[in-house]
């Protein structure tokens, strides 16, 4: 019997045929061999946080693996189930007194946030959560259960770092972790009359930033209503050092609120959980990568902020620097390496019902309307994880050079197509034109 499977964008009411509830690598294999001799469509839910859903496919059957939760941590490394939310990694690593790389939100699956990527506050030391992946048990299209590491299946966990959940269910991973038990961190907010100034002496800052500083910056709305730019600074090097950053941070302007300490690594992500609820909320996303906040990028940033449709709409723009930018970019499959600010351009309502119903169009065309006017002043392609298929000519560079090589790992690993997550280059889909080549993965 059809359900409906709750995930975190209530705009997403998919209805899949049937869902296998899995917590063993062995459910999992079975679900996928009996789903593929039924001929049915498979997709596979870990923590449920993609806000085009792709997690469910209408109609189809879903390994569901938020069963698979556990995390256990050896010395260094964690193995982390395949359906577990980064603070579950996050309360495991600080029984140790560790951290791992992870998104700025709790509640996020690390299943697609790493295999996507995963931008976050520590990859200025720690480099994309992508980048921390060590290993990989999955069960591919056939049923087979292989483990993917540097010695064994190297071209799977090379597609496996960035290249997203389209190459078998991934039931367990291990992560690197890192000796940052805590950090300082909080917010500092600016009116939005005070954005040029601010955000010209943050470019300066930024630039200058060590590792250690990674800032998360962006634009919401106040309690009032009135629109405001946020930072989320996170310092992870030495306490000390940290203060005089945080102080230059709150001196770009004069900030409305500024509170700034240190906190445990987790409880930064419950912050960040309050920030993006699942409350029922409908939600659109849009992506665009800028390279620098120049001041034609701060007014197309400005005048977007000013011209939403929703006091629960918000951009934020994710940090990608150090660590994360001295990967050589053909090691992993994420397709971009310079520095950059990742935009997340979220649309955010709430549905009203009757009279006041709402379909969100607006909302969404106000969320698509800033990606294009941001478009000048972005690179070409995007973030996968929060790119879709409307956006072909986006997908096709999102991985830049590196688009070839993942194209030939889903052929080798995934020929039939069986698994459909985040969006690859168009040759990868079985039956495209010119699909009769030969694979070569050396
Ligand atoms: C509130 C919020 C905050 C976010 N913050 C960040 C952030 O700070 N940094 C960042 O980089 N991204 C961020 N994202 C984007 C996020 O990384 C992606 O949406 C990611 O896909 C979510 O992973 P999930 O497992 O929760 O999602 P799901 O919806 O369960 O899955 C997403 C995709 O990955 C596939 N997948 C998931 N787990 C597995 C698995 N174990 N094996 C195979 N395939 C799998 C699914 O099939 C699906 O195609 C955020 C998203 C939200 C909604």
Redesign the pocket.
């Known amino acids: 019997m059809s359900e409906v499977l709750e ?3 209530a705009a997403v009411p998919l209805r899949p045929a049937a869902v296998w509830r899995c917590t063993t690598v062995g459910q999992a294999r079975e679900a996928v061999r009996q789903a593929r001799a039924d001929n049915a469509a498979l ?9 085009a ?3 469910i496919r209408d109609g189809a059957q879903v390994i569901d ?1 938020r069963g698979m939760r556990e995390v256990t941590v050896d010395e260094d490394v964690a193995t982390v189930g ?2 577990a ?1 980064a603070l579950d990694l996050i309360t495991a690593a600080a029984a140790v007194r560790k951290s791992a790389a ?4 709790g ?7 790493t ?6 506050p520590l990859n200025g030391v720690a480099g ?2 992508a980048d921390n992946l060590l290993a990989a048990e999955v069960v591919l299209a056939d049923g087979t259960v292989v483990t993917a590491t540097e010695a064994s299946e190297p071209d799977l966990l090379w597609a496996l770092r960035g290249g ?2 389209n190459f ?4 367990s991973m291990k992560v690197r972790l890192h000796p940052i038990p805590v950090v300082w961190t909080g917010r500092v907010i600016f009116p939005l009359d005070q954005a040029h100034e601010v955000l010209a002496g943050f470019g300066e800052l930024i630039a200058e930033a060590p590792d250690e500083l990674t800032v998360q910056a962006g634009f919401l709305s106040a309690p009032d209503g009135a629109p405001v730019i946020f930072f989320l600074p996170t310092w992870s090097g030495a306490p000390d050092d940290g203060a005089p950053w945080v102080r230059r941070l709150e001196g770009l302007g004069r900030p409305v609120v500024s509170a700034v300490g240190p906190a445990e690594y987790g409880e930064a992500l419950r912050r ?1 959980d309050q920030m ?1 609820a699942r409350d029922g909320r409908h ?1 659109a996303i849009r992506t665009r990568n800028l390279t620098a906040l120049t001041p034609p990028t701060v007014n197309a940033l400005v005048a977007a902020t000013a011209t939403r449709t929703s006091p629960l709409s918000a951009i934020n723009l ?1 940090h990608f620097h150090g660590a994360a930018a001295r990967v050589a970019l053909p090691a992993t499959a994420f397709g971009v390496r310079q520095p950059h600010f ?1 935009a ?1 351009i979220i649309a955010s309502w709430r549905p009203a019902v009757g009279p006041d119903a709402d379909s969100g169009a607006r909302h969404r065309e106000w969320a698509l309307a800033t990606a294009r006017r941001l478009d000048p002043h972005a690179l070409s392609g995007g ?1 996968p ?2 790119l879709t298929t409307d956006e072909p000519e986006r997908v096709e560079d999102a991985y830049g050079p590196n688009g070839p090589r993942l194209i030939v790992a889903k052929k080798a690993y995934d020929p039939d197509g069986v ?4 969006p690859l280059p168009a040759a990868a889909t079985p039956g495209f034109p010119g699909d009769e080549g030969e694979l070569a993965l050396d």
């Open positions: 995930i975190w964008n997709s596979v839910l870990g923590g449920g946080h993609d806000w859903g792709r997690a693996l395949g359906g939310t992870t998104g700025t939100i509640a996020v699956g690390m299943g697609g946030l295999l996507g990527g995963g931008y976050g994309l959560a997203g959940g078998g269910v991934v039931t960040g993006f939600y994710h990742m997340e973030y994880n929060l698994f459909t997550a985040t």
